[in-house]
């Protein structure tokens, strides 16, 4: 029995699964040390009563002959379809392109099966590293990176995407933290169009967005629902790291070259290989989307945002150049004269923050170290007194 | 953008939503009719207190800062992993070989990334739909199919699969209902010894078996560990369909042709494009697994089985042939001068009964139904009453 050759192209660990084995390094050889974690972008924040209630009541439902349920409709539950299009897209798309997902990244996982491995793909770099690896996975060899930095505003230069079929775009972006502008976007939506490309939008941390003139779907941009499918997430709003609930829209209007209906396709796939969101889960996102579980969601998000806030200043303070962590909740700090592993690593060892080095999201990503805002406040009150504590003069020339 | 080309080489719809439409059209014709469904393998009956429990303080304990959870193990939780090693596989295999997930059918979507589209692949025939969908959707297209019939007791010529990779193989097999024996499954793996193959061992139905000489497990058979991998669910075993909990062990010492090992591959994709099992299914999985929630899952296991041995006796008095239903939860009747859609829809129209389509799950399943024991005493009792009150002399020449 031969291995998939596709194998042999990843890196052989994902990328926070190394940096647990980085910080397992560092504490055998250092004993008990107090680790602080702005590393993988986990939650750390209890979930809304409002929204556990609903669970538990879905759960205890399971116990009762009237009201036990097994499998659901793979595409998600109906009430929950409808309420991400309303509540989440302001009925700019139907029910029906809504399919619920255990997440973002098991989607992002099965959506390359809708164009094989011939597509040729555009990436971000840097960007979440599911994108790329999950590509590599289903044999896609043809991949164009096209760098963000602070040169650019870290929107890239699309015409080195011109002969791509598929374009991956997240905003606000993991890891930079920064969201697209409307006129950005507008421009991605038309070169896409122009170029007949379909757009792979990530949106998991479009609830961290502060200004509304800043789309939170790439559907606020007229013709997008012609070229785009959108991925997101309830994990970052409402704390469902460990839960699992997400979404992926895909248009009716949304059309292969040949005229094929992408949308029957996506549904085949996802009825296939896939069995429906657990519905303990669904129950929690329909509660997340009602007026009381959106008011006490967005304390929890308003939380996150001044963690990074309070990061982001603490690092300028001391001559950091930082970006993202106002629209989102990672700040994207720069090093320009180390590699990221090096200041990863200095931030493990000497202040004993776990960071994520930006060159594992892609090589623009070199020079970089992403903070994450996902941690109690008191852990950021200290994190940022440790930043202010200690020179980083080593790790700027 | 150009579609896959593998979709094209699926039906349209996968089987159960077809059964579904046929459902809806009849309504559509006929108004409001109560039927009784025996067809998808949907568990009916309530799951015990003491696992929703489990799951209602799992819930719960996310709505307390201190005992708050993100992102587990996209392996599993240690503490399920550790019980399902010893109370399923009494210690045989490892827990580091176990992995959770949100089902088999999801996992099957992904096994087959280990191994690429190249390989050659043999299928049971009659077989579970979505090793054959799955496979084509990773762009395999080397499948051999494996007549499973009355005539060679539902286990297959191996020696037609000399030249394939990769057996898929289903005891108790969905969709005929019967179980290999030890004998058979010591043959199915020395032949995949000697044939360097990997076996996919599906036992989603194993707790079903009520004969001891019967392996629950591929495991049970010496060598197994070198040349299989065993995927199961909670979803038959507790009422799980919905929850979404499932695993698959692959042990550690499981090869490729070249040496590497599968698991570090397997713990690659799970990680990559999979995000773990939902925290609050986990929490029941465990309760399941605790000698309370066995005890209770034992007699809803016994109630299908039952339900199962009524529709057995129900036909048998028609004069209709069965198979299995003892060892599973399904049965598989034999109708041989008619095409089995025809008789699924004789089923339908005029004993109101739901089945699924023998040869829906390949061409070897024509001329035979599946029933499901999946429903209340009740509606099997009315199902069988039906039976027994109509000729079904007309599907019989």
Redo the contacts between chains.
């Keep these: 029995?031969?291995?998939?050759?596709?194998?042999s192209l990843?890196q052989?660990?994902?990328l926070?699964?190394q940096i647990q084995q980085r910080k397992r390094e560092f504490l055998e050889r250092n004993g008990p040390v107090d680790l602080i974690s702005l590393g993988?972008g986990?939650?750390?924040?209890?979930?809304?009563?409002a929204v556990?209630n609903g669970?538990?009541a879905a759960?205890?439902r399971?116990?009762?002959?009237e009201t036990?349920?097994?499998?659901?409709a793979e595409q998600g539950q109906e009430p929950l379809r409808k309420m991400i299009a309303e509540v989440l897209y302001h009925g700019r798309v139907n029910p029906k392109a809504i399919f619920v997902s255990?997440?973002a990244?098991?989607d992002?996982?099965?959506l390359q099966?809708?164009?094989?491995?011939?597509?040729k793909i555009a990436l971000q770099d840097p960007a979440y590293?599911?994108y790329r690896?999950?590509s590599l996975?289903?044999?896609v060899s043809n991949i164009t990176y096209l760098p963000c930095t602070p040169e650019n505003d870290f929107f890239p230069d699309l015409s080195l995407a011109a002969h791509c079929?598929?374009l991956y775009f997240c905003s606000p972006n993991n890891p930079t933290g920064v969201a697209a502008t409307r006129t950005q976007l507008e421009e991605l939506v038309a070169f896409a169009r122009e170029n007949?490309?379909?757009i792979l939008f990530d949106t998991a941390y479009a609830a961290y967005i502060q200004d509304s003139a800043i789309p939170r779907s790439i559907y606020e941009i007229e013709g997008a629902e012609e070229v785009a499918i959108e991925t997101s997430s309830f994990s970052k709003i409402a704390?469902f790291?460990?839960?699992?609930l997400g979404w992926t829209v895909v248009p009716e209007t949304l059309k292969?070259?040949?005229g094929?209906p992408?949308h029957?396709?996506w549904n085949?796939?996802t009825?296939?290989?896939?069995?429906?969101?657990?519905?303990?889960?669904q129950a929690g996102g329909i509660e997340v989307l009602k007026p009381e579980g959106l008011a006490e969601v967005q304390k929890l998000i308003h939380f996150y945002r001044e963690n990074a806030h309070l990061l982001r200043e603490a690092l300028q303070k001391q001559g950091i150049s930082v970006y993202g962590g106002v629209h989102a909740p990672y700040v994207w700090a720069h090093f320009p004269d180390a590699p990221s592993w090096e200041t990863f690593q200095y931030f493990l060892e000497k202040l004993h923050l776990i960071t994520t080095p930006g060159s594992g999201f892609g090589s623009t990503g070199e020079g970089f170290i992403r903070l994450t805002a996902?941690n109690?406040r008191e852990n950021i009150i200290r994190s940022c007194k440790i930043i202010a504590n200690n020179s980083l003069s080593s790790l700027i020339l």
């Excluded at 029995?1 to 596709?6: A, E, G, L, T, Y």
């Excluded at 099966?113 to 597509?119: I, N, T, Y």
């Design positions: 029995m031969k291995r998939n050759p596709h194998l990843l052989p660990q994902y926070f699964p993988i986990d939650t750390t924040e209890p979930i809304p009563n556990v669970m538990v759960a205890e399971l116990a009762q002959k036990y349920t097994g499998y659901g255990d997440g990244k098991c992002i996982g099965r099966l809708l164009f094989g491995p011939s597509a590293p599911v690896d999950g996975l289903q044999g079929d598929l007949q490309q379909i704390g790291t460990g839960v699992r292969y070259e040949d094929h992408i029957s396709d085949r796939i009825s296939t290989i896939f069995n429906g969101a657990s519905n303990i889960a996902f109690s």
